[in-house]
Nanobody
């Protein structure tokens, strides 16, 4: 199995910054894409940003220019630097990874438990 553990969430004022980290552990052949999703109260979970093992990045328009995703393939970690946070960014942020557990078999999708980000004055 693969485990994803997030850290770095918290309470911040509008305009502030937070840096989220996610560490993947377990036994697997390769991690394909890693990224971040978020879910606000009463809303469906939505993509924030993802990055492939080759470094290709996909991010939501709502966070483009404010958030930066990065990945350390050697450490199996992904990060989300969040700047100029706004109240609408308030949500539970979930780490996600598409993992090739064994070579030549289909990949599997894994989720972390989530970390709360609250933006409020």
């Amino acid at each position: 199995q693969v485990q994803l553990v997030e850290s770095g969430g918290g309470l911040v004022q509008p305009g502030g910054s937070l840096r989220l980290s996610c560490a993947a552990s377990g036994s697997f052949f390769r991690i394909n894409a890693m990224g971040w999703y978020r879910q606000a109260p009463g809303k469906q979970r939505e993509l924030v940003a993802t990055v492939t093992s080759g470094g290709s990045i996909n991010c939501a328009d709502s966070v483009k220019g404010r958030f930066t995703i990065s990945r350390d393939n050697a450490k199996n970690m992904v990060y989300l630097q969040m700047n100029n946070l706004q109240p609408e960014d308030t949500a539970v942020y979930y780490c996600n990874a598409d993992v090739l557990v064994r070579q030549f078999l289909p990949s599997r999708n894994y989720w972390g438990q989530g970390t709360q980000v609250t933006v409020s004055s």
